[in-house]
């Protein structure tokens, strides 16, 4: 095997498998949260590039400023979809499976919306550093790729830091893990709920925007990144948000593995026949459950 | 002037009443006990008390402050703090962060109530100094009884309710926790006690509620412990015998 395009597939696994993992650490944050298989994520990823391509071409604004509001219109759909939607049927309670329904419902309207507003054009943000590649060794690779694992790396520390290091995030994990015990201790878990589907779509959102200059946005784009970000959750086990950084970097690194075996059409059949073997596997992810302590 | 003023209340589950107009009230610097079988309504009555079941009829006052209308997470801040039947303890989180989380909202709902901090609690129950890192479910029964009761501690409440602290545990470790309630009586704290064991809640409480089917059957006044627990036909009827040792 040729060692130089060993390297490039690796260096191109690597840059998906940090998107599958950002959209992975989104469905997993929110799954950890409220327990709601959100099958909306990869919609977060839509808005948020649409957002910021809007931003960016037709409103004229600076590339960051469009990229953070990318994001956080992401962030705002998820505390909509919290708000509007989750809460009302939390009250009258509904099973864990109608939210699955329910999220898939509003991906579809999202989906079908981009479609009717901005029609079946895929449309591409300029990355950071243009077009420009890096040689590492004699493989390339796109600046712009570095820096969304950089910006993605930095994002899964804060992530873990706030988790862990501050009041409000011990106290949605605090809520996730016992719902009674945070309310007598004095925590808002409807708050917590909310904001953990704000977290949920900032990342969704911010994930968008780091991989809309790799792959074009349009309409159909949220739905194949749900399920490969669901097959990087899955992977590193659901309720550990970090698990997904794991799941989603070994899904990249094997799916651009198997493209030089296979003809790239395959490339999807692969991560989901590794997905289903893994879940048959190992129920529990590739950390299994004694990974999941505080995560 | 009573902490906790209970009159006439009804709450249960699904609109169903389990409790039938319940009356009862804790004094300030009292300890004040509530005794009865399984399935009396004594959890229940917490839960009403904590705002995790809504109050259907009656009332629940705190101080001159009725506890209908606010929300269970702000109950804290009018000086509640309870350790619920089971704990409910954070369990995947360390001790420590169980116990910042408890300080943190304490502090931020009760400005000014401070009464408790973490080197206190940890004075309190020492085994803790050298179990801060470790998570909540790695630690025994009664260690997390301790960290229950320290974390109800920081939040620094004027009544603390404490939901059958001694089930499930080794004997030695109810004395451990026995003595634990005794210092916080002493130290003035109010106390709701829910027990099952009847000398028990003789040692840790000045009177006592017996509640049997959702309603208070019976008062233990002060200085009636002896005379209630030598009455077989009341330990009987009540307690179904279950009166536990006399110590």
Known sequence: MDLTLLLQSALAGLTNGFVYALIGLGLSVIFRGT????????????????????????????????ALGGAVLGGITGVLVEAVLVRPMRRRGASEESYLLLTLGVAFAISAAVLYFFG???????????????????????????????????????????????????????????????????????????????????????????????ITIHYEMGLLLTLKGFAAAILGGLANPFGAVVGGVTLGLVESGAVLYFASGYKDVVSMVILIVIMIVMPNGMLGRGARKGG | MSVLDITNLEAGYGGMPVLHGVALSVGRNESVAVIGANGSGKSTLVRAICGLIPILAGEVRLGD?????????????????????????????????????????????????????????????????????????LLSGGEQQMVAIARALLLNPDLLILDEPSTGLAPKVVREIMAVIARLRESGMSILLIE?????????????????????????????????????????????GAAGPAS
């Open chain 2, 196 to 240: 099952q064991n009847v000398a028990l809640a003789a040692e840790c409480a000045d009177r006592a509620y017996v509640m049997a089917v959702g309603r208070v059957v019976h008062e233990i006044h002060a200085g009636q412990w002896s005379t209630f627990r030598q009455d077989e036909t009341l330990l009987r009827a009540y307690l179904g």
């Open chain 1, 35 to 66: 327990r709601i298989i959100n099958a909306m994520q990869g919609e977060f990823a839509l808005i948020g590039g649409m957002a910021s391509y809007v931003l960016l071409e037709s409103l004229g604004v600076a590339l960051p400023v469009a």
């Open chain 1, 120 to 214: 079946r054009d895929a449309r591409l943000l300029p990355g950071i550093g243009g077009e420009a590649s890096a040689l590492f060794f004699d493989a390339a690779i796109r600046v712009h790729a570095i820096w969304l694992i950089v910006i993605a790396s930095a994002v899964m520390a804060l992530l873990w830091l706030f988790y862990h290091r501050t009041v409000v995030g011990l106290s949605m994990m605090a809520a996730s893990v016992d719902e009674q015990g945070a309310t007598t201790v004095g925590i808002n878990v409807p708050l917590m709920r909310t904001l953990t589907f704000l977290l949920g779509g900032l990342v969704g959102g911010l994930a968008g925007v780091l991989v809309s200059p790799l």
């Open chain 2, 65 to 137: 402050v009725s506890l209908q209308a606010i929300p269970a997470h702000l109950r804290v801040g009018r000086g509640i703090a309870a350790v619920l039947e089971g704990r409910h303890l954070f369990g995947e989180l360390s001790v420590r962060d169980n116990l910042r989380l408890a300080a943190a909202h304490g502090a931020r709902l009760r400005p000014g109530a401070r009464r408790f901090d973490v080197a206190q609690v940890g004075a309190l129950f020492p085994f803790l100094g050298g179990r801060m890192d470790s998570a909540v479910e």
